[in-house]
């Protein structure tokens, strides 16, 4: 009876042994999102498009500066603390004056999102890219009696290439209303197909 008892005590401990085995890996969650470069001091902090701070608990090769958009893979530890899996910068520009939108450079591009967040208006887009760098811009129309923004994407004589993904945030604290309110604006970009126009606020 002692020997039947002994084996069933085996079996139960190999049975657990197996289980733990066979346990999967736990992978750390994380987020992918737009974020702004805070670096006041040596210290490099991010800042979310909803305005919270994200302290990195270490963060190798990159130094970044003030005001840079980047995209940001990080894992939440305490608190604000995270880990930073990853930070790659994004184009990062300003809304610009212009009397003349219709002379402006518009090469069709294809629209994968459009939000604002942060005070930034941020761009996903796709264009055709070969081996030379394209120039984009933001452009505010002074001739509308209403706060127009038309996007400006020059090739370059880029040749036909591949498709590539184009990340881009423009600030818009020049377009803001001093009372604090909501700010509505059009944006206007050339597609493929057409001219697309988004309704959009920056708050």
């Not at 809304?95 to 003349?100: H, P």
């Not at 761009?123 to 706060?147: A, M």
């Not at 994407?153 to 423009?170: R, V």
């Amino acid at each position: 009876m002692m020997r039947w008892r002994f084996i069933a005590y085996l079996m139960v401990v190999f049975l657990i042994a197996f289980a733990c085995e066979k346990e999967p890996e736990r992978i750390d969650n994380f987020f992918v999102e737009f974020a702004t470069v805070v670096k006041p001091v040596e210290r490099i902090t991010f800042q979310l498009d909803n305005f919270k701070t994200l302290i990195p608990i270490e963060l190798k090769d990159y130094s970044g500066k003030n005001g840079q958009r980047v995209i940001l893979n990080y894992t939440p530890l305490r608190g604000d603390t995270v880990k930073i899996n990853s930070v790659n910068d994004i184009f990062t520009g300003v809304v610009q004056e212009s009397n003349a939108v219709t002379n402006l450079i518009k090469d069709p591009v294809k629209v994968q999102s459009v939000w604002v967040g942060g005070n930034y208006l941020n761009l996903i887009l796709e264009i055709e890219y070969f081996d030379k760098t394209h120039v984009i811009g933001l452009f505010r129309d002074t001739q509308s009696s209403t706060i127009d923004l038309h996007f400006s994407h020059s090739k370059e004589n880029d040749p036909p290439g591949y498709t590539q993904k184009l990340y881009a945030s423009f600030s818009l604290s020049a377009i803001k209303s001093p009372n604090g309110s909501p700010t509505p604006f059009r944006f206007h970009i050339q597609t493929h197909t057409s001219v697309r126009v988004f309704e959009l606020e920056v708050l």
